[in-house]
């Protein structure tokens, strides 16, 4: 049987709030502010847990080693670790918080993932972001390709590709801009790209305020290389007015799943037209309909969008056929986005239950519940070819709760950045982790 599952990243133990991501107003309106990892972490593990008991499939993707101090090694800082931190604190600090960055926690950002039934060699293909827009995020793509080749290390079902070179032209931030539509998860998709920068023609939409992030170049790339057949491929622009807003990736004013698509009035550029082309080609291949949940900037206006993340819920398919969408708490405390969510169960469509979630510690951080998780949807034997220590079990979850309370620190402020005992406890517990989840150390820990 095939089935969907999430690869929820488990938020790492040097979480904080620097303020790095230029674009992301909840991430830049925190910076400074003193974080909770222990906190973070149980919030995302809980919102795990319950896609689990939903009877969907959940897995865990494991954080990226932090601080990486080859990151500052490289600009010409020298000695011990703890000398190393101190002499990037002295003389760059935003250097030692770009190192510290546990933003890899946003798996939707990790990559690009094609299902076999899309590609044209009947194999899955992964294609890991290379997330050059922002420096604390270019420093992750090695180290995902690595874990992501861990996991899915069988050649005969899976194929991990290399990132994309860190090119702007070729800026790619994973599948936080890319939708894919079907039917059902066993059969081929429609995969929808979003994009907000056309390096190779003169842009005139694009965005004056905030940088777009993903480029047609990059997506078209993806497509291409996964075999996706192009008549199941739509490339569809963002709206540079959602982008100046805050909406910097595509999947914080547009969730889509199966057959249902919600999003804003301003999520795509000359988005009339461009919905039109969507229902047609997904009537014209599925011979069903589209369900386009569509609202307006009256019932929810793009600052109340990103205030609440709204859409950045996450929308799954139960076991039963109806879907379920999971929604951050502060869905529940914005009047448009609770709203919304009421509108939702009144009208007729295949969502009618929703939850919502404390997930805090991320949305303080600029990443809602559909930030947190990448989708794959496999085949029994991708699923069989996979490694199985990552799949969220009952066992599992309790042994990864209590990793937690043993690892994390309760509270870090900016100060304890320079703290060389914070280096040997995130080490530690990474390792650790590493033999939880049946992964070998050299993976987690970045040795070759």
């Given amino acids: ?64 080693r932090r601080p990486r101090l080859e990151f500052l090694r490289e600009l010409g800082f020298t000695g011990s670790d703890a ?41 899955l293909h992964l294609t890991p972001a290379n997330l050059s827009s922002t420096l604390h995020r270019s420093i992750e793509h090695a180290s995902t390709t690595r874990n992501l080749r861990a996991i899915f290390g069988s050649e005969e079902h899976f194929v991990v590709h290399d990132p994309l070179a860190s090119l702007p032209a070729l800026a790619d931030e994973g599948a936080a801009n890319h939708t894919r539509l079907c039917a059902d998860h066993g059969g081929a998709g429609l995969e929808v790209f979003v994009y907000g920068a056309d390096w190779m023609s003169h842009d005139s939409a694009a965005p004056k305020k905030f940088p777009a992030r993903q480029t047609l170049l990059a997506s078209q790339a993806i497509a291409r290389r996964h075999g996706v057949s192009p008549s199941r491929v739509l490339f569809a622009r963002q709206n540079p007015d959602a982008i100046d807003a805050g909406v910097f990736h595509n999947d914080v004013i547009s969730v889509g799943n199966q057959n249902v698509l919600l999003c804003h009035e301003l999520a795509m550029f000359q988005q009339q037209q ?93 990443g809602g519940p559909a930030c947190l998780r990448l989708r794959i949807v496999m085949t029994e034997a991708q699923q069989a070819a996979m490694k199985q ?60």
């Fill in 389 to 448: 220590g990552v799949v969220l079990t009952e066992e599992l979850y309790m042994r990864l709760k209590a990793w937690i309370n043993s690892n994390y620190r309760e509270r870090l402020s900016p100060d304890d950045l320079r703290d060389p005992n914070l280096i040997d406890e995130s080490f530690r517990a990474i390792e650790e982790l590493a033999g939880i989840l049946d992964l070998p150390v050299n993976a987690l820990l970045d040795e070759h």
């Fill in 1 to 64: 049987m095939t089935r969907e599952f999430n690869f929820d990243g488990l938020i790492g133990p040097t979480h904080n709030y620097a303020g790095l991501s230029y674009g992301n107003v909840a991430s830049t309106t925190h910076r400074n502010q003193p974080s909770h990892p222990r906190a973070a972490a149980i919030q995302g593990l809980e919102k795990m847990k319950h896609v689990s008991d939903l009877g969907i499939g959940q897995c865990v993707l494991p954080p990226l």
């Fill in 83 to 123: 000398q190393v931190i101190d002499q990037a604190y002295r003389s760059r600090p935003e250097l030692l918080v770009v190192c510290f960055s546990a933003s890899n926690m946003w798996t939707a950002n990790a990559a690009t993932v094609s299902p076999s039934a899309d590609c044209g060699e009947g194999r």
């Fill in 274 to 366: 461009q919905l039109k082309r969507l229902k047609l080609t997904f009537e014209a291949l599925f011979d069903s309909p589209l369900y386009v949940i569509e609202f307006s900037r009256h019932e929810i206006s793009l600052q109340d969008a990103v205030e609440s993340y709204f859409f950045n819920s996450q929308l799954v398919t139960r076991p039963d056929g109806r879907m379920s969408l999971i929604c951050p708490v502060e869905c529940q405390e914005n009047e448009a986005a609770r709203r919304c969510t009421e509108r939702i169960l009144e009208e007729a469509n295949p969502i009618d239950d929703i939850a919502f979630l404390d997930l805090r510690q991320s949305m303080n951080n600029g």
